[in-house]
């Protein structure tokens, strides 16, 4: 383990270790754990697609975002030469926005070295990633979560996140990013597992909700 990336999610074994650690230190992810069973892994690929993707992905229903990036990959435009080459009409005809096509040109043209991420430490992929436009904070902490497999990686501006936490830890209100970041530190060095165990809480509490 490279002190300084902290533990890689690789296997579903880790996700395992993560939620029994959590379930130890606090009884309310043990009372979560029980009702959602085993977490996903999620682990996904990492590069220039992966990004791209989540540009794609953004304000647009997920039905959308897998059509548009279906016409992107059927037209070859997933990597950066392509999307740099490629005129505004191609890029339209795909599905991309104006502010979108501008979003895909300013990540093609940032030069990321993508393999040297792996060995970056995460509050400077972070600071790196979200330096191109279009890039939030939220999209660069869940690249470092699932993308690069940080265990130690929170999303704290992620609303199902903030609702699951009000939900499981009986808040009158649902936790701003700053409050649930404040209270993520607990849950290191496993942060990540916490965000897989409460989305999948999340969609646990929210079915329960449904049938009152």
Known sequence: MRHDIGKI??????????????????PRFAQALAQTGPLPLRRKPDGFAQLLSAIV?????????????????AAGLTGPRKIKWASDDDLRAAGL????????????????????LRDTPTQEVIATLTQVSGIGVWTAEI????????????????????????????MEARPKEKHLRKMAEDWSPWRSVAARLLWAYYHVAKDREGIR
Request: charged share 20%; net charge positive; aromatic share 10%.
């Open 143 to 170: 690249y470092a979560m699932f993308s690069l497999g940080r265990a130690d990686v929170f999303a704290p501006g992620d609303l199902a996140l903030q609702e699951a936490a009000r939900i499981l830890f009986d």
């Open 57 to 73: 992905s953004q304000q647009v229903s997920v039905a959308s975002a897998n059509a548009i990036w279906g016409r992107m990959k």
């Open 97 to 116: 926005s104006r502010q979108k096509i501008r979003y895909a040109r300013a990540l093609s043209e940032a030069g990321i070295n993508y393999k040297a």
């Open 9 to 26: 999610i690789k296997t579903q074994a880790c996700v395992e270790e993560g939620a029994a650690w959590l379930a130890a230190q606090d």
